[in-house]
């Protein structure tokens, strides 16, 4: 027995060593790096001065055992909705059907594996890893997806979004078993990259020495409306599968649809099927399948249909030491989004009116999109590959990746979607059932940087929202829209919200270089950053600070001064200029940077207490405050407000500057004050073991897990009654303060809040593609994209056509990847004691260039090639950088990569 099990783990360690060489993860597809399951927490984190940086957070990211329970891994497409591959290998929360839908999933919804060697037995299991406890409930585990039916002994997730992937171990099984599930996924391409598809991959591989046969099935109970369903089984080229709908349905609901189940590809007479399952009472229908499966691993497709339960088995011969594949698509059309199904608040008399899905749009029906896929889906996983592979090839921290990429799964979910006329919108995030906080928010949607920065054309959907739909004739921004988007305009304005929404306009226009989306934006642009000066409003005395009452996204009114407002304001002011220059409006540009630098004088000598920026609490009677800023959800007496920051050294005092950062607008305040105070904020709110703190509040990190408080009050003068979430842990303001940390040059203090940020999502305590906030998938936490931005120092403008790559990381060299609006591509930038060299690569789309900025060190020496050819280059300087100046724009290609070395 002993030599039979050597033999059998040298086998798989061969087969691991054929999968994983000649490429990386994203390549092969299967499993290269396993990261470490570690239980939260930090405990032995210096509280300042981090240390040089270990992570424990490797990625890809893998988990096993307990670790298993809570992932929910999203597939779908940007705006569709999404289905999750849970930790065993189980659909779950089915929420396709235009809202959330945690918990939702069919009755019957598996997969089953039917494996025979030569002379031996057949071996028949679920696909999926062996339930764990509790097994408690009503009637036991009652009978959905038939828990008592055998499963695999144990397996390993690995999840490097988009891709998951699950490795199945069974020492009775004779054949070795993976499943790679994905969703098309390529940057920029918002219409590749919104497919409502789930791709199943089971991979097989035969160890033994003759040849076994295997089947595998996939059985789905019809999801499709109730009384009505129906399915067909169809066949078109490289696609056969069951079309399941409800004809009876009543067609303008939202449930009204289609979901095809179908496998690519299979081979002639491999696939049997069952239509509908043969009886329907009692446990019949499910006992007659299984029996029918363990027979011979295929289907009687001839059989007799009752029960809308469907089956579709692919059955196959794989040689001794061969592979064989079964490629299972999940697809589904349900085109009737209304405000009422979704959770959004309508317009006046619009609560039923479909709004509809852009997917929609593009296909007639779930069968459309099935055959599609399979036309289309080699050149898309080709695409989606080459993204995962530059992301894999990065030298970029293991906690700082897994953060940015799990959390771009939040555009996939219901948080996020798109309606017919192909306008993006979100909510705050998703409750159970329904979304929550509606209306593209303008203050929680501040914090991301995913839009801006891998579909700029949704953040350019939401600015035109903002902006042209959503801003009064007087300047008012209402912080929420309405659907039908655009017939009714949210009567408050969120004073951060508003003012962040002029940043994100610079930032996107700066990325984009296209000036003529600026000037059509800019008239309601200039009114909603004059609209502070009204009577009554934010800054009325035009003195370049905000004073006024001012609603924001702690749900509540900061009445005066404070640094949460402030600093965006001062960033406002800055973008303001710049964007009121480009337009040649020169006078409002001179007022703004009036307004800018007496603000921002003001704010250091008044609000700085020398450890970091608090709040001037000033009430002020409501005959003062002008109609639309105050929300209602504050103080019941103005003059002696409650919910204010007061003396709280706030975790995102400085968003403003952050935002400025990511903008590449410059320092907002004094530098070192900005410096001393993001230290002061991981001195006194990082906590590496919460243990002993004290929250009544809602709670996201809790025990021995670390965490970033919202606010603390070391100084001892909390207000009585402070603003409402001052005690908790958000992970959208953890990673938008690692990335100001970053910035500022603190990376050992930032990757160690990522990192314990991270570990709290462990697979066992919490889904790590779900941080919750207000509702599952918060918006606020792709923020952690900025982190990329920041830690490579990548900075483009395609205005100027102007490239800054200045890496915070150390080391000699960093492999990373670029995204802009116009293509997206790979750079190395190496770096020797007596020279740099970068190499720029475009994988798709193009990279128009004029200038490039470096970190120069006294370097003065420039070669440059685009393509191998020669270009000319000037060496000149711009403060501590050396900026190269090609002789001629200069356009980077996937054929035409830059190459350009600056030596001493």
């Known amino acids: 027995m002993a030599r039979k099990r050597k033999a059998a783990n040298l086998r798989r360690r061969e087969f691991l060593k054929t999968l994983t060489a000649g490429g990386t993860l994203a390549t092969t597809g299967w499993l290269l790096r396993a990261g470490e399951v570690t239980p939260p927490g930090g405990a032995g984190t210096p509280r300042t001065g981090a240390p040089p940086f270990r992570s424990r957070v490797t990625f890809p990211r893998s988990f096993a055992g307990r670790n298993l329970k809570m992932i929910a891994f999203p597939l779908g497409g940007i705006g569709t909705g999404t289905i999750s591959l849970g930790g065993r290998g189980q659909l779950r929360d089915w929420e396709i059907f235009n809202r959330p839908d945690k918990g939702n999933s069919p009755d019957y919804c598996f997969a089953s594996i039917w494996a025979q060697a030569k002379g031996r037995q057949p071996v028949v299991r679920v696909l999926e890893v062996r339930l764990e406890p509790p097994y408690e409930g009503e009637s036991g585990l009652g009978s959905r997806n038939v828990p008592g039916l055998p499963r695999l002994e144990s397996g390993t997730f690995t999840g490097a979004y988009p891709f998951a992937r699950l490795e199945f171990a069974d020492a009775k099984l004779p054949v070795m078993v993976k499943l790679e599930a994905f969703t098309p996924f390529v940057p920029l391409d918002v219409e590749a990259s919104g497919l409502p598809v789930a791709v199943l991959r089971y991979m097989v591989r035969n160890p033994g020495p003759s040849p076994a046969k295997v089947g595998i099935v996939y059985s789905l109970q019809n999801p499709v409306g109730k009384e009505g369903k129906q399915a067909e089984f169809r066949k078109d080229q490289g696609v056969e599968g069951l079309f399941m709908t409800d004809p009876m349905a009543d067609p303008s609901s939202p449930l009204s649809g289609s979901v095809v189940l179908g496998v690519l590809g299979a081979e002639e007479e491999s696939v049997s099927y069952l239509r509908e399952w043969r009886r329907a009472q009692w446990w019949d229908g499910a006992l007659l399948f299984w029996e029918d499966f363990s027979a011979d691993g295929a289907l009687d497709s001839n059989s007799p249909a009752a029960m809308p339960v469907g089956s579709l088995a692919v059955t196959q011969f794989v040689a001794a030491g061969g592979e064989a594949s079964v490629t299972f698509l999940l697809t589904w059309h349900f085109p009737n989004r209304t405000a009422e199904r979704c959770g959004w608040v309508p317009a006046e008399g619009q609560a039923k009116t479909v709004v509809g899905n852009a997917y929609t749009q593009r296909f007639a029906n779930a069968w459309e999109v099935a055959r599609h896929v399979a036309r289309e889906l080699p050149s898309l996983e080709r695409r989606t590959r080459k993204f995962a592979a530059a992301v894999e090839g990065s030298t970029l921290p293991g906690a700082v990746l897994d953060a940015a990429l799990s959390n771009l799964s939040t555009l996939r979910t ?120 009204i009577p009554g409003g934010w800054d009325a005395d035009r003195d370049g600070v905000a004073e006024g009452v001012q609603h924001n996204t702690y749900d509540v009114e900061f009445y005066g001064p404070n640094p949460l407002c402030g600093v965006y304001y001062l960033g406002a002011l800055r973008a303001g200029e710049k964007m009121a220059r480009a337009v040649g409006d020169e006078d409002s540009a001179r007022a703004y940077r009036r307004l800018f630098d007496s603000g921002s004088k003001w704010v250091d000598a008044n609000l700085f207490n020398g450890e970091y920026y608090i709040q001037k609490v000033a009430g002020r009677p409501d005959n003062e405050v002008a109609d639309g800023l105050r929300v209602g959800m504050g103080s019941a007496d103005p003059l002696k407000p409650d919910y204010q920051m007061g003396e709280a050294c706030l975790a995102d005092q400085l968003l403003g500057q952050y935002m400025a950062h990511v903008a590449s607008l410059g320092h907002l305040l004094d530098e070192e004050h900005v410096r001393k105070a993001l230290r002061s904020v991981y001195r006194y709110n990082y906590k590496p073991d919460l243990s002993k703190h004290e929250a009544v509040q809602r709670i996201y990190a809790v025990n021995d897990e670390g965490g970033v408080l919202v606010a603390s009050y070391p100084s001892g003068k909390r207000p009585e009654i402070p603003f409402p979430y001052f005690a908790e842990v958000w992970t959208g303001l953890e990673y938008q303060f690692a990335a100001h940390l970053i910035f500022e040059g603190m990376v050992a203090e930032a990757l160690t809040v990522v990192e314990t940020a991270r570990r709290r999502h462990d697979g066992e305590r919490r889904n790590p593609w779900d941080e919750p906030e207000c509702g599952h998938h918060y918006a606020r936490a792709m923020s952690s994209w900025a982190l990329i931005v920041a830690l490579t120092g990548f900075h483009y403008s395609g205005v100027e056509r102007h490239l800054t790559l200045t890496p915070r990381v150390k080391g000699a060299s960093l492999r990373s990847w670029w995204t802009t609006p116009s293509g997206w591509g790979t750079f190395i930038h190496s770096n020797a004691p007596r020279s740099l060299r970068v190499e720029l690569q475009a994988v798709e789309g193009s990279l128009a260039l004029r200038s490039l900025a470096l970190a120069g060190n006294g370097r003065t020496k420039a070669v440059a090639k685009l393509g191998g050819e020669s270009v000319a280059v000037t060496v000149g300087r711009e403060g501590k950088r050396k900026v190269l100046t090609f002789g001629q724009q200069l356009r980077v290609e996937p054929e035409h990569s830059l190459t350009v070395s600056l030596r001493a």
């Not at 203050?443 to 959503?470: C, D, G, I, K, M």
């Not at 988007?485 to 700066?510: F, P, T």
């Not at 990325?511 to 600026?518: A, E, K, M, P």
């Open 414 to 533: 219901n948080t996020a979607f798109r309606t017919a006329d192909g306008e993006f919108h979100g909510f705050e995030g998703c409750g159970d059932h329904q979304g929550c906080c509606h209306g593209s928010c303008t203050h929680v949607w501040n914090y991301e940087q995913a839009t801006a920065f891998v579909f700029p054309s949704l953040a350019r959907s939401l600015r035109e929202s903002e902006f042209l739909r959503n801003t009064k004739e007087n300047g008012l921004m209402g912080f929420r829209s309405h659907l039908p988007d655009g017939l009714q305009i949210w009567e408050k304005a969120a004073a951060d919200g508003q003012i962040g929404c002029l940043m994100k306009l610079y930032r996107d226009w700066q990325l984009s270089g296209d000036t003529d989306w600026l000037r059509r934006l800019w008239p309601q642009a200039k009114k909603a950053l004059e609209f502070a000066w």
